[in-house]
C-alpha cells in the first residue's frame, strides 16, 4: 500500500505519561497501524530501571519519505498525546510549539515526592486553564474515568488512541486498529480493546459538539 | 509464531532494533544465541528464545557475559554459526576470553553483539565497547538504522569466516529500543551438524587444536591476526553499508557512524544545507579504511565528527589524516574536543543542529523565544518532578528499611556497599540512602570483602553487602569465596527475589526453568553459601521484626563471612500479581499525621508510592490500584493505625 501525503513530513507525534501505564504498547499500535498504510515510521523510547514511577515519552515519527532519527529535535512536535496530565505539559515545554496539539488524559499520577508529602499536584482544572490560554488546539478527556466504566483503568492507552482517531490528524482508522490490536492480543481481549478505543473517539466527538 | 519467523515475498514488519539484530542472524542462519540480560540488550535473546524451537536453536541465558561468550565460542569451533548479546559493561567481563579468541580465531562465523547506553538512561556508567575493538584487534561494524541493522548481519557472519575471527557488532539504546520499517530476507533451511576436528597440526585453523598462543611465540597467532585485520580493511574499503550523501565537495564533511547519523541527517534537512554539508556514515568502525576516508577527507576542508561518548572516530581519522596529509591538505577538524560536540552523555538531533548552526552560521529558532520561556514556566508550576523509587510492594524497599534499622541499632557506623541490579537505587532515598558504594557487578561483596580486612588498621565500622540472586551466580561467588577464605567478617545480604528482576525476569543457575520455560536444575543458594563455609541465615524480608534481630546477631559476630538471604518475590513477578493476600486500610481516628511523633513516617520516610499523604484531611491513605497488599507497611506505623486484614 503507498502512503498518501502528510501534512507535514516527518510527522511528529508524542506519546507520554508515567512508566506502568502502557505507553509502549500505545506508541507500537499506533506505528503498526500506520506501517501497514504504507509510511516509514520510527519509534524512539526508551525504558529500563530509570523508567520506573517516572515520566515516560515515546516518540513516532511518520514519514513518507525518509527514515527519521528516534527523537524529535525540540520544539518540533506536532501532537502531544498524554496518558497523564503534569506530563503533557511538562513534554509541551520542551518539544511543543503554538502549532502543536494537546490531547490529554485527566487522571493524575501522583509522583513520589507528592504521596510523601513533598510536593503539591496542581489541581487539573487550572492547569488546563493555564494550557488554555497556550495552544490553539487541545483535548483534555478522562480517559482513565471511561477504561474504569469497562472495567479495567488499564485499557486507559486504548481509549487514548481512540481519541486520537477522532481528531483525524493522523490517518488511521478503526479498521487499522483492529486489525493491530488482533495481531497483538489474545482473540479474547479484542472485543473490550475495541469498546475502549470506541468510547476515547466518541469522547472526543462529544466535546466537539 | 512470533513475526520475526515470517517468510514470503514483500514481508515488511515494524521492528526494535533488537529484533533486527535476531531477524538478520536468522536469515545468516545462526545456530547458537547466548547472553547475559541487561539493558539495553535484553531483548534479542528473548526475541531469539521465541522462535527457538521452530527453527532448531539453542538458546540460552548464561551465568555471565564470559561464559557467553564461551559457549557460542564453543558452537563456532564445532563449525556452527553463534552470537553473544550483553550490554556494554558485559563486554568487560567478556573481554578477558575475547582477547584470547581473537588470537585463537573461531571457525563458523561468530558475532559478540554489544549494546551501549550512552547516556547511562538504564545503566551507571557510559562504558564505550568500540574501544574493545581496537584493544582485541577484531573488526567493528556499527549500523546505522533499523533495515541496516538486520542487512548487515548476514555479511559480518561471512566476514567472520572468511578470516577466521571474532566480528563485534556494537547497538546503542536509542537503536536497540527504537523501533522501525524492515523488509525481510529470506530464511534459509535448518539443518546444521556440529562436529570439533581437533586432529590436525598445532594451529592449523581449520582441522587443528584451537589454542590462543604458544607461549613466547606470538607470531603464528598474533601476526595471523593482524594479517586478519589488514583483510578486513580491505574488504571495508568497498563494504556497502559505509555510504555517504551529500555535494561532490562539501563545504563541511559531517563524519559519524550508528544511530548518530540519523541526527545527522536530520540536522542537516533542517537547516537546509543539503548543498553545503556532506555526510559520511561509516558502518566498518574499526579497522577504519584508510583510502575511503582520505578520498572523502580530500573533497573538504572542514571536518565535523558526530559520534557518542569518547572520541573514537575523531581520534582514528585523525591518524589516517596525518597519513595522507599530502593528498587532503589542511583540514580544520571539530567534534569533542573543539567543544561543538559534547564528551558526555548521549547526543540527539539538536545538539547535531547547534553544531552546525555554529560552523555554517545558520541560525536555527524552532519556536518563538516568548513561547519557549512561558512554557517553561508552565512546566515549572504543574509538573511535579518524578523522583525514582522502588515500585509499590517491593521487597527492597522492606529489606533496606531493615538494614538501615539493624545499623542504626548497632550504633558503630556500620555500612552497605552496593551492588547493580534495582536494589542499585538504595544509594537514593527510596532506600534510605543506605547503600555506601556501587560499582559494577559483584563488587559490592568484593569491597566488602576488602573493607572487611581493615580491622589492622582500626577500623571497626559493621560492613554489609548486599546482592540479588542472579548477580550472586554472575559475579558475587567468587568474592564471597575469597571473604570466606581470609576470613573477612562482613555480612551478604542476599536478596532473592526469584529471577533476574531488574530486566524482566530472566532465569539463572538458580531458577527452576531455562530461558525456553523448560525445568531446570535449580542450583539451591543457601546450600552454596552452608558448602562454602558462610555462617548463613534465611528470612523473609516483609517479616521486619525478624529480619532485623537476625541481621543484627549476624552483625554482632566479627567471625569470618555470613549471609543473610532475603527471599520474596519481586512485586512485578506474575506470582505475585496473580492475588492480593490482605486487604490494607487506614483508621483515620488512629493516624496522628503529623501530630505523631513519628511526623508521618509511613508516607515520608517508608515512601511506598502505595500510601498517600492526604494534605487536607492530615492523615495517610492507601492507594488501593497500585497497593500490591505485601503488608509491610501496618508494621511500621507506631500509632497502629494502618490495618491489614487477611484476603480469604
Same mark, same amino acid.
Not at chain 2, 249 to 262: Q, R, Y
Not at chain 2, 270 to 282: C, D
Not at chain 2, 381 to 403: D, E, K, L, N, V
Not at chain 2, 514 to 528: F, M, T
Given at each position: 500500500?503507498?502512503?498518501?501525503?502528510?501534512?507535514?513530513?516527518?510527522?511528529?507525534?508524542?506519546?507520554?505519561?508515567?512508566?506502568?501505564?502502557?505507553?509502549?504498547?500505545?506508541?507500537?499500535?499506533?506505528?503498526?497501524?500506520?506501517?501497514?498504510?504504507?509510511?516509514?515510521?520510527?519509534?524512539?523510547?526508551?525504558?529500563?530501571?530509570?523508567?520506573?514511577?517516572?515520566?515516560?515519552?515515546?516518540?513516532?515519527?511518520?514519514?513518507?519519505?525518509?527514515?527519521?532519527?528516534?527523537?524529535?529535535?525540540?520544539?518540533?512536535?506536532?501532537?502531544?498525546?498524554?496518558?497523564?496530565?503534569?506530563?503533557?505539559?511538562?513534554?509541551?515545554?520542551?518539544?511543543?510549539?503554538?502549532?502543536?496539539?494537546?490531547?490529554?488524559?485527566?487522571?493524575?499520577?501522583?509522583?513520589?515526592?507528592?504521596?510523601?508529602?513533598?510536593?503539591?499536584?496542581?489541581?487539573?482544572?487550572?492547569?488546563?486553564?493555564?494550557?488554555?490560554?497556550?495552544?490553539?488546539?487541545?483535548?483534555?478527556?478522562?480517559?482513565?474515568?471511561?477504561?474504569?466504566?469497562?472495567?479495567?483503568?488499564?485499557?486507559?492507552?486504548?481509549?487514548?488512541?481512540?481519541?486520537?482517531?477522532?481528531?483525524?490528524?493522523?490517518?488511521?482508522?478503526?479498521?487499522?486498529?483492529?486489525?493491530?490490536?488482533?495481531?497483538?492480543?489474545?482473540?479474547?481481549?479484542?472485543?473490550?480493546?475495541?469498546?475502549?478505543?470506541?468510547?476515547?473517539?466518541?469522547?472526543?466527538?462529544?466535546?466537539?459538539? | 509464531?512470533?513475526?520475526?519467523?515470517?517468510?514470503?515475498?514483500?514481508?515488511?514488519?515494524?521492528?526494535?532494533?533488537?529484533?533486527?539484530?535476531?531477524?538478520?542472524?536468522?536469515?545468516?542462519?545462526?545456530?547458537?544465541?547466548?547472553?547475559?540480560?541487561?539493558?539495553?540488550?535484553?531483548?534479542?535473546?528473548?526475541?531469539?528464545?521465541?522462535?527457538?524451537?521452530?527453527?532448531?536453536?539453542?538458546?540460552?541465558?548464561?551465568?555471565?557475559?564470559?561464559?557467553?561468550?564461551?559457549?557460542?565460542?564453543?558452537?563456532?569451533?564445532?563449525?556452527?554459526?553463534?552470537?553473544?548479546?550483553?550490554?556494554?559493561?558485559?563486554?568487560?567481563?567478556?573481554?578477558?576470553?575475547?582477547?584470547?579468541?581473537?588470537?585463537?580465531?573461531?571457525?563458523?562465523?561468530?558475532?559478540?553483539?554489544?549494546?551501549?547506553?550512552?547516556?547511562?538512561?538504564?545503566?551507571?556508567?557510559?562504558?564505550?565497547?568500540?574501544?574493545?575493538?581496537?584493544?582485541?584487534?577484531?573488526?567493528?561494524?556499527?549500523?546505522?538504522?533499523?533495515?541496516?541493522?538486520?542487512?548487515?548481519?548476514?555479511?559480518?557472519?561471512?566476514?567472520?569466516?572468511?578470516?577466521?575471527?571474532?566480528?563485534?557488532?556494537?547497538?546503542?539504546?536509542?537503536?536497540?529500543?527504537?523501533?522501525?520499517?524492515?523488509?525481510?530476507?529470506?530464511?534459509?533451511?535448518?539443518?546444521?551438524?556440529?562436529?570439533?576436528?581437533?586432529?590436525?597440526?598445532?594451529?592449523?585453523?581449520?582441522?587443528?587444536?584451537?589454542? #590462543?598462543?604458544?607461549?613466547?611465540?606470538?607470531?603464528?597467532?598474533?601476526?595471523?591476526?593482524?594479517?586478519?585485520?589488514?583483510?578486513?580493511?580491505?574488504?571495508?574499503?568497498?563494504?556497502?553499508?559505509?555510504?555517504?550523501?551529500? !555535494?561532490?565537495? !562539501?563545504?563541511?564533511?559531517?563524519?559519524?557512524?550508528?544511530?548518530?547519523?540519523?541526527?545527522?541527517?536530520?540536522?542537516?534537512?533542517?537547516?537546509?544545507?543539503?548543498?553545503?554539508?556532506?555526510?559520511?556514515?561509516?558502518?566498518?568502525?574499526?579497522?577504519?579504511?584508510?583510502?575511503?576516508?582520505?578520498?572523502?577527507?580530500?573533497?573538504?576542508?572542514? /571536518?565535523?565528527?558526530?559520534?557518542?561518548?569518547? !572520541?573514537?572516530?575523531?581520534?582514528?581519522?585523525?591518524?589516517?589524516?596525518?597519513?595522507?596529509?599530502?593528498?587532503?591538505?589542511?583540514?580544520?577538524?571539530?567534534?569533542?574536543?573543539?567543544?561543538?560536540?559534547?564528551? /558526555?552523555?548521549?547526543?540527539?538531533?539538536?545538539?547535531?543542529?547547534?553544531?552546525? #548552526?555554529?560552523?555554517?552560521?545558520?541560525?536555527?529558532?524552532?519556536?518563538?523565544?516568548?513561547?519557549?520561556?512561558?512554557?517553561?514556566?508552565?512546566?515549572?508550576?504543574?509538573?511535579?518532578?518524578?523522583?525514582?523509587?522502588?515500585?509499590?510492594?517491593?521487597?527492597?524497599?522492606?529489606?533496606?528499611?531493615?538494614?538501615?534499622?539493624?545499623?542504626?541499632?548497632?550504633?558503630?557506623?556500620?555500612?552497605?556497599?552496593?551492588?547493580?541490579?534495582?536494589?542499585?537505587?538504595?544509594?537514593?532515598?527510596?532506600?534510605?540512602?543506605?547503600?555506601?558504594?556501587?560499582?559494577?557487578?559483584?563488587?559490592?561483596?568484593?569491597?566488602?570483602?576488602?573493607?572487611?580486612?581493615?580491622?589492622?588498621?582500626?577500623?571497626?565500622? +559493621?560492613?554489609?553487602?548486599?546482592?540479588?540472586?542472579?548477580?550472586?551466580?554472575?559475579?558475587?561467588?567468587?568474592?564471597?569465596?575469597?571473604?570466606?577464605?581470609?576470613?573477612?567478617?562482613?555480612?551478604?545480604?542476599?536478596?532473592?527475589?526469584?529471577?533476574?528482576?531488574?530486566?524482566?525476569?530472566?532465569?539463572?543457575?538458580?531458577? +527452576?526453568?531455562?530461558?525456553?520455560?523448560?525445568?531446570?536444575?535449580?542450583?539451591?543458594?543457601?546450600?552454596?553459601? /552452608?558448602?562454602?563455609?558462610?555462617?548463613?541465615?534465611?528470612?523473609?524480608?516483609?517479616?521486619?521484626?525478624?529480619?532485623?534481630?537476625?541481621?543484627?546477631?549476624?552483625?554482632?559476630?566479627?567471625?569470618?563471612?555470613?549471609?543473610?538471604?532475603?527471599?520474596?518475590?519481586?512485586?512485578?513477578? +506474575?506470582?505475585?500479581?496473580?492475588?492480593?493476600?490482605?486487604?490494607?486500610?487506614?483508621?483515620?481516628?488512629?493516624?496522628?499525621?503529623?501530630?505523631?511523633?513519628?511526623?508521618?513516617?509511613?508516607?515520608?520516610?517508608?515512601?511506598?508510592?502505595?500510601?498517600?499523604?492526604?494534605?487536607?484531611?492530615?492523615?495517610?491513605?492507601?492507594?488501593?490500584?497500585?497497593?500490591?497488599?505485601?503488608?509491610?507497611?501496618?508494621?511500621?506505623? !507506631?500509632?497502629?493505625?494502618?490495618?491489614?486484614?487477611?484476603?480469604?
Amino acid at each position: 500500500m503507498s502512503a498518501v501525503s502528510l501534512a507535514k513530513d516527518p510527522f511528529n507525534i508524542i506519546i507520554t505519561g508515567v512508566g506502568g501505564q502502557g505507553n509502549v504498547l500505545a506508541s507500537r499500535l499506533l506505528g503498526g497501524m500506520l506501517a501497514s498504510r504504507g509510511y516509514l515510521i520510527t519509534i524512539g523510547e526508551t525504558f529500563g530501571v530509570t523508567q520506573r514511577g517516572g515520566s515516560v515519552m515515546s516518540h513516532v515519527r511518520v514519514s513518507s519519505k525518509a527514515v527519521s532519527s528516534p527523537q524529535i529535535p525540540r520544539g518540533m512536535a506536532d501532537i502531544i498525546v498524554s496518558l497523564e496530565p503534569a506530563e503533557a505539559v511538562r513534554v509541551m515545554a520542551d518539544y511543543g510549539n503554538p502549532d502543536c496539539i494537546i490531547l490529554s488524559n485527566t487522571q493524575p499520577i501522583y509522583p513520589v515526592g507528592v504521596t510523601k508529602g513533598d510536593l503539591d499536584y496542581p489541581p487539573v482544572e487550572e492547569m488546563k486553564q493555564a494550557v488554555k490560554g497556550f495552544l490553539r488546539s487541545f483535548f483534555f478527556i478522562d480517559a482513565t474515568g471511561r477504561a474504569r466504566s469497562l472495567g479495567n483503568p488499564i485499557l486507559t492507552n486504548i481509549v487514548m488512541i481512540g481519541a486520537l482517531g477522532a481528531l483525524a490528524v493522523i490517518p488511521f482508522d478503526r479498521d487499522d486498529f483492529k486489525k493491530a490490536i488482533a495481531l497483538r492480543m489474545e482473540p479474547g481481549q479484542v472485543p473490550i480493546n475495541l469498546q475502549a478505543f470506541d468510547q476515547g473517539y466518541k469522547m472526543v466527538k462529544d466535546s466537539d459538539a | 509464531m512470533s513475526f520475526l519467523i515470517d517468510e514470503g515475498k514483500h514481508i515488511q514488519h515494524l521492528l526494535m532494533g533488537n529484533e533486527a539484530i535476531v531477524r538478520g542472524a536468522l536469515e545468516a542462519g545462526v545456530n547458537v544465541a547466548t547472553g547475559y540480560p541487561g539493558t539495553p540488550s535484553s531483548e534479542v535473546i528473548e526475541a531469539f528464545s521465541k522462535v527457538a524451537r521452530e527453527r532448531n536453536l539453542y538458546v540460552e541465558w548464561s551465568t555471565n557475559e564470559k561464559v557467553a561468550t564461551e559457549v557460542a565460542a564453543a558452537a563456532s569451533f564445532a563449525g556452527l554459526r553463534s552470537m553473544c548479546v550483553m550490554k556494554q559493561n558485559g563486554v568487560n567481563v567478556a573481554s578477558d576470553f575475547l582477547l584470547h579468541l581473537a588470537s585463537s580465531g573461531t571457525r563458523g562465523g561468530m558475532l559478540v553483539v554489544t549494546c551501549d547506553d550512552p547516556g547511562a538512561l538504564s545503566s551507571v556508567n557510559e562504558g564505550e565497547s568500540r574501544l574493545f575493538a581496537r584493544l582485541l584487534e577484531i573488526p567493528l561494524l556499527e549500523p546505522g538504522d533499523f533495515q541496516e541493522t538486520k542487512d548487515i548481519i548476514p555479511w559480518a557472519y561471512d566476514l567472520s569466516e572468511k578470516l577466521g575471527i571474532v566480528v563485534m557488532l556494537r547497538s546503542v539504546t536509542r537503536l536497540s529500543h527504537a523501533s522501525g520499517n524492515v523488509r525481510f530476507g529470506p530464511l534459509p533451511g535448518k539443518a546444521a551438524r556440529a562436529k570439533f576436528s581437533y586432529h590436525g597440526p598445532l594451529l592449523d585453523p581449520e582441522t587443528g587444536p584451537v589454542i #590462543s598462543m604458544i607461549p613466547a611465540r606470538p607470531e603464528p597467532t598474533h601476526g595471523r591476526q593482524q594479517e586478519k585485520l589488514k583483510s578486513a580493511q580491505e574488504m571495508f574499503e568497498s563494504c556497502p553499508f559505509n555510504t555517504y550523501t551529500g !555535494p561532490a565537495e !562539501p563545504e563541511l564533511l559531517i563524519i559519524t557512524s550508528s544511530i548518530c547519523s540519523l541526527y545527522s541527517r536530520e540536522a542537516v534537512t533542517i537547516l537546509g544545507l543539503e548543498k553545503r554539508v556532506g555526510v559520511l556514515k561509516l558502518a566498518t568502525t574499526w579497522p577504519l579504511p584508510p583510502k575511503l576516508l582520505t578520498k572523502h577527507l580530500a573533497s573538504t576542508k572542514k /571536518v565535523l565528527f558526530v559520534e557518542e561518548v569518547a !572520541p573514537t572516530l575523531e581520534d582514528h581519522v585523525k591518524v589516517i589524516a596525518a597519513e595522507s596529509m599530502s593528498e587532503i591538505g589542511a583540514t580544520t577538524f571539530y567534534g569533542k574536543k573543539s567543544g561543538h560536540v559534547p564528551s /558526555v552523555g548521549e547526543l540527539n538531533p539538536d545538539i547535531v543542529i547547534s553544531a552546525l #548552526s555554529r560552523l555554517c552560521d545558520v541560525p536555527h529558532q524552532p519556536v518563538p523565544p516568548e513561547f519557549a520561556r512561558e512554557a517553561k514556566l508552565l512546566a515549572d508550576r504543574y509538573s511535579p518532578a518524578r523522583g525514582i523509587s522502588f515500585c509499590p510492594g517491593c521487597p527492597h524497599r522492606a529489606s533496606f528499611w531493615s538494614i538501615t534499622g539493624a545499623l542504626q541499632l548497632d550504633a558503630r557506623q556500620g555500612f552497605v556497599c552496593g551492588d547493580i541490579g534495582c536494589y542499585a537505587l538504595a544509594a537514593f532515598p527510596t532506600g534510605f540512602s543506605t547503600n555506601k558504594t556501587l560499582h559494577s557487578m559483584g563488587s559490592g561483596s568484593g569491597i566488602a570483602s576488602g573493607f572487611g580486612k581493615l580491622r589492622q588498621f582500626g577500623m571497626d565500622q +559493621p560492613v554489609v553487602a548486599v546482592c540479588g540472586d542472579s548477580t550472586f551466580f554472575h559475579a558475587a561467588m567468587p568474592a564471597l569465596a575469597n571473604a570466606i577464605h581470609h576470613r573477612s567478617p562482613f555480612t551478604l545480604v542476599l536478596m532473592d527475589n526469584r529471577g533476574t528482576a531488574m530486566t524482566g525476569f530472566q532465569p539463572h543457575p538458580g531458577s +527452576p526453568t531455562d530461558v525456553l520455560g523448560d525445568p531446570a536444575p535449580a542450583l539451591d543458594i543457601e546450600k552454596i553459601c /552452608v558448602s562454602m563455609g558462610a555462617k548463613v541465615e534465611v528470612s523473609d524480608p516483609f517479616d521486619l521484626a525478624k529480619t532485623r534481630k537476625k541481621l543484627n546477631r549476624l552483625l554482632e559476630s566479627t567471625e569470618g563471612a555470613k549471609v543473610l538471604i532475603l527471599r520474596q518475590a519481586c512485586a512485578l513477578s +506474575p506470582e505475585r500479581r496473580s492475588r492480593k493476600k490482605y486487604e490494607i486500610t487506614v483508621d483515620e481516628d488512629r493516624c496522628r499525621g503529623e501530630n505523631c511523633g513519628c511526623n508521618r513516617i509511613c508516607t515520608r520516610i517508608f515512601g511506598c508510592p502505595g500510601l498517600i499523604w492526604d494534605r487536607e484531611k492530615k492523615v495517610s491513605r492507601i492507594d488501593d490500584i497500585i497497593c500490591t497488599a505485601c503488608g509491610v507497611c501496618p508494621d511500621i506505623c !507506631p500509632a497502629g493505625a494502618i490495618i491489614k486484614k487477611e484476603v480469604s
